[in-house]
């Protein structure tokens, strides 16, 4: 089927085309034309006012709980969510029953794009079922289709492990992940570490637990020369440490969430569970520096951290509640709201470009006869998302009913397309 897009501004700052308004036809999974074009019959036409078109939305830490998680979320529910969202392509956490810790489960996922609109790339396990104590099978995972190396939502803790997978992915130009989380100091807590986590009367996380594994691993990413991503950072002096380590040409990239960009812990006080998250919200100062260096270019991409969980993990008291909040649907129009001056270019590097770059993935420019991998979205729309709205399994995503500006209006992975009303 042909798909023309009418009168949509292009962000692209690779294009020819960046920052013009024109009609884009594709077909057969390809942009054919770009400019001024006259619908024909058969065609599907979108001529909605105010579209802005970008390069294929990545997001770069999602937890789509298949294998053995299905309760939580399935890839196919997953993907669904992502579409709705805008985005293209999905990088998945390992922390599932198994984890990814091997070819074969590697494969497992990258054979269920054979049936989804959206791209799964699977992220595989540093570690034996990412418990971070004996090397998982790196190389051949690498080989069946794992696009970077994580133990997710358990940031590796034993620096002798995270060394040899610094060094052990150079050999084929790799990447290793990390949430910067000191797993000795933040255990016990259950949110910032502050005047709000005392007058709550909730056992707190310190930012120290932050900060100092983010430390060493900016020293272990030194000693080894490798590539490390930062994902989830969430403080003022990270953004520091991480500033002072680009400046240095270390190859350190990161990224932050839409919720740290959004809430702080003050935000906690009516015990909101959705809002339980790892690395906790932070103090009204953490968020003021984090926007900054999202506004600066410290910190490369957003990173949506879709943690989707069913009803009793999050509907229940505050201190037995699960941390993570799901988000693919909103994860962009959140991101917008809590920025709203970053210009298209830069949302365009944020949500697409840099997650590319980063992971050596492939993101055609927007121009005639490329590849059609493109987010559509209404910059100006106005909504409050609702339950309906949300296609992930699980609905604890603190967004729900929250004014909202910009909607993701639909995507294009080559043939697959999903436009939404």
């Known amino acids: 089927m042909s798909l023309l897009i009418q009168q949509a501004t292009i962000a692209d700052p690779r294009s020819p085309h960046d920052g013009q308004q024109a009609d884009m036809l594709i077909e057969h999974g390809t942009i054919a034309q770009i400019g001024q074009i006259t619908p024909t019959d058969g065609m599907q036409v979108i001529a909605a006012n105010g579209l802005t078109v970008f ?6 830490f999602s937890h789509f709980c298949d294998p053995g998680l299905e309760y939580k979320e399935t890839v196919e529910s997953g993907a669904a969510a992502a579409a709705a969202g805008g985005y293209c392509r999905v990088l998945v956490l390992p922390n599932t029953a198994p984890a990814v810790h091997n070819k074969a489960q590697v494969e497992y996922i990258v054979q269920k794009n054979h049936h989804l609109p959206v791209t ?12 971070g104590k004996d090397l ?13 190396f994580t133990d997710g939502t358990h940031p590796v803790q034993n620096s002798q492990v995270l060394t040899k997978a610094l060094l052990y992915v150079k050999a084929f130009d790799g990447v290793v992940v990390q949430v910067p989380d000191e797993v000795a100091l933040s255990k016990s807590g259950q949110m910032h570490e502050g005047i709000t986590s005392t007058q709550l009367g909730l056992p707190g996380k310190p930012a120290l637990a932050e900060t100092l594994l983010l430390n060493r691993d900016i020293e272990l990413l030194r000693y080894t020369g490798s590539k490390l991503h930062i994902t989830g950072i969430s403080t003022a002096a990270s953004v520091e440490l991480v500033r002072r380590a680009k400046a240095e040409g270390l190859n350190l990239t990161c990224s932050v969430t839409p919720y740290h960009l959004t809430w702080c812990d003050e935000d906690l006080q009516g015990y ?4 339980k998250v790892n690395p906790p919200l932070r103090g009204r100062a953490d968020v003021a520096a984090l926007q ?12 949506c951290h879709h943690l989707p969980h069913e009803y009793d993990s999050k509907v229940c008291e505050f201190e037995y509640a699960k941390y993570g909040m799901s988000g693919l649907e909103t994860c962009f129009a959140a991101v917008h709201t809590a920025l709203p001056q970053l210009p298209a ?8 470009i840099a997650p590319a770059v980063i992971f050596g993935l492939e993101l055609p420019p927007i121009q ?13 729309q106005a909504w409050q998302p609702q339950l309906s709205d949300l296609k992930s399994a699980s609905k604890n995503n603190a967004f729900i009913g929250r004014q909202l500006q ?3 209006v639909g995507m294009v992975n080559g043939r697959h397309q999903i436009i939404h009303p």
């Open 55 to 60: 390069p294929g939305f990545t997001d770069v």
């Open 120 to 131: 799964v790339l699977p992220y595989g396990a540093i570690s034996k079922n990412c418990e």
């Open 368 to 380: 005639a006869g490329a590849p059609a991998l493109l987010s559509l979205v209404q910059l100006q």
């Open 406 to 408: 910009a909607k993701a």
């Open 292 to 303: 900054a260096a999202v506004a600066d270019g410290t910190i490369d991409c957003i990173a």
């Open 272 to 275: 909101d569970t959705n809002l």
């Open 136 to 148: 998982a099978e790196m190389y051949d995972m690498r080989h069946s289709g794992a696009v970077a």
């Open 345 to 352: 270019n830069r949302l365009a590097e944020l949500f697409a």
